[in-house]
């Protein structure tokens, strides 16, 4: 009897002695947890005077209660553009001493009463209590905007200037929970980042139902980049006349997780209101060299040489040259294989920061190219004060040329001109045999278009070499050559010569350049002042 007592009260003692213990780990468990989100709440107040995150959302929470429908609040977000982008080139050393000087410049210009906290990385939540004048509440986000843009000093004898996107909800118009004014937060943020940022947006009844969907399509093609959804597909340019490749066109897709690949035409926009066009030009460049360093080892003996696509907004950055040439430069990479497209090549000489980077990338090395050129008097007349070596004629070019007398004498001058000044011509569009042949007459000896192939992923272009898929397609044009070659041989005898008495090319283009003279002798407007949009394109990179 006493064995099966000590028995049992061993068991219990045992018991006993396993829950103690698994309390006492809990306690450590717990105290751990604790003291590391302790330590986390204090790393995220990063100047004196701000709060936590979680003392801030608090906070709003228990204003809401206290007030219920009769207070007065408003809610500010306060987005840092472009500042991923700072990370890549000071690190975060410095980037975190410049989110320091943001904070502080935050504190100084909102009401006493208000707080400021850092939310997440490099955003920032401002909550003012008791003011619903909303006069004021503009004047203290207009405050912050420009406070936001005085110069940093990131490193020693290195300043930037920043500037933000800032969005404001109050209550209860813009939400009666804390979670609804977040949620119109972000929306009033999103539109003044989309707009291209440097400014605050206020919530309004409707932006919900003109802006929620956009915001959400924003949001996704923002994430896509983190998840690294976006490739480089290649285009086909070929050497007409000697059966070669020649080189091919980089053109930026998106390999969506449920619509499959989309062209920039539906996420172009959203990366230039972003401000992630930086991102695309730079992650283009490198993307393009490593391509070509792998299809040049694997195919030594084929010329390839890449083009890449720069947009309006691109070639408005002052650094995007300077940007361009360092990723050479990293990479050990060559110019002369590496051609820069850009398709209004009138904002050239007329917009400066264009012009100094094109002649910038062009005294580097780097091909410029005129695309989408098409065949007037003024445009053949214009494209010879251009800085560029590559003209890719417009895919309007090709319709109707053979029936379109002065359109096909503008061919002539152009062809001309670029054999005289060693510019090389590309014609875009080409779908069929018999357009390719036409082509060719012309003397345009390199081509590009659907007939060839369509923009190929990096392992389908690889096969379209490997496989030379193209020489298939120039031999069916070699025939029709040949048997057009033929025709007109047995033919020769009934071909009867008719003088043409019409205006010439010569002549046109001298009479419009004197009527262009006589009509600006009148006109003193400054190119500078153009209001130029960026034309869309599906092919374009960006």
Not at 146 to 173: D, K, R
Not at 415 to 423: F, H, M, Q, T
Request: glycine share 4%; charged share 30%.
């Amino acid at each position: 009897m006493r064995f099966l007592i000590s028995d049992g009260g061993a068991i219990v003692l045992v018991f006993v002695s396993l829950i103690v213990t698994l309390g006492l780990g809990f306690l450590l468990y717990w105290l751990i947890r604790r003291n590391i989100r302790k330590e986390k709440e204090e790393s995220e107040v990063i100047v004196e005077d701000a709060v936590t995150r979680r003392a801030m959302e608090d906070s709003v929470r228990n204003y809401i209660k206290k007030v219920d429908r009769f207070g007065a609040m408003t809610l500010m977000y306060v987005d840092i553009d472009g500042f991923s982008d700072l990370n890549e080139v000071f690190g975060h050393e410095a980037c975190d001493l410049m989110l320091k000087e943001i904070a502080t410049r935050i504190l100084r210009v909102i009401p006493y009463n208000a707080s400021v906290c850092r939310y997440q990385n490099d955003e920032f939540m401002v909550f003012i209590k008791d003011e619903d004048n909303f006069a004021r509440l503009e004047s203290i986000a207009s405050k912050i905007v420009t406070a936001a843009q005085a110069p940093y000093q990131v490193l020693v004898g290195e300043s930037i200037t920043l500037s933000v996107s800032v969005g404001m909800a109050s209550y209860p118009n813009a939400g009666q929970t804390f979670e609804e004014l977040y949620s119109n937060l972000e929306l009033t943020t999103y539109v003044s980042k989309r707009d291209g940022g440097n400014k605050y947006t206020n919530f309004y009844a409707t932006i919900k139902e003109e802006e929620y969907d956009n915001m959400a399509y924003f949001q996704e093609v923002k994430q896509a980049i983190q998840k690294k959804e976006f490739a480089l597909y290649f285009q086909p340019i070929l050497d007409l006349k000697n059966k070669l490749m020649n080189g091919a066109e980089a053109l930026m897709r998106w390999n969506h997780p449920t619509k499959g690949i989309q062209s920039p035409a539906t996420f172009l926009k959203v990366l230039e209101q972003s401000g992630d066009i930086k991102w695309v030009g730079e992650w283009g460049m490198e993307t393009m060299i490593r391509m070509h360093n792998s299809m040049a080892e694997k195919f030594p003996t084929v010329p390839l040489r890449f083009s890449l696509n720069l947009s309006t907004k691109q070639l408005l950055d002052p650094h995007l040259a300077n940007s361009f040439i360092e990723i050479m430069n990293k990479n050990q990479a060559k110019p002369e294989w590496f051609m820069l497209e850009v398709n209004d090549f009138m904002m050239v000489e007329r917009i400066a920061v264009i012009k100094t980077n094109i002649y910038k990338l062009r005294d580097y090395g780097f091909k410029i190219a005129i695309d989408g050129f098409e065949l007037d008097g003024q445009s053949v007349q214009n494209i010879q004060k251009s800085p560029v070596d590559v003209i890719k004629l417009g895919r309007n070019f090709l319709k109707d040329v053979e029936n379109n007398f002065m359109k096909e004498r503008f061919l002539q001058i152009l062809v001309k001109y670029a054999e005289d000044n060693n510019k090389e011509l590309i014609a875009e569009g080409i779908e069929t045999a018999e357009i390719t042949k036409y082509v060719k007459e012309q003397n345009v000896f390199l081509g590009q278009g659907y007939y060839f192939a369509k923009a190929l992923s990096e392992e389908a272009f690889e096969e379209y070499i490997e496989k030379r898929q193209y020489q298939v397609l120039l031999d069916d044009v070699s025939a029709l050559e040949d048997n057009e070659a033929l025709f007109k041989e047995m033919h020769s005898d009934d071909v009867v010569l008719e003088e043409d008495h019409e205006e010439t090319p010569e002549e046109y283009l001298d009479r419009i350049s004197r009527e262009s003279r006589t009509n600006n002798d009148y006109d003193d407007t400054e190119g500078d002042d153009l209001l130029v949009s960026d034309p869309s394109d599906d092919d374009l990179l960006v």
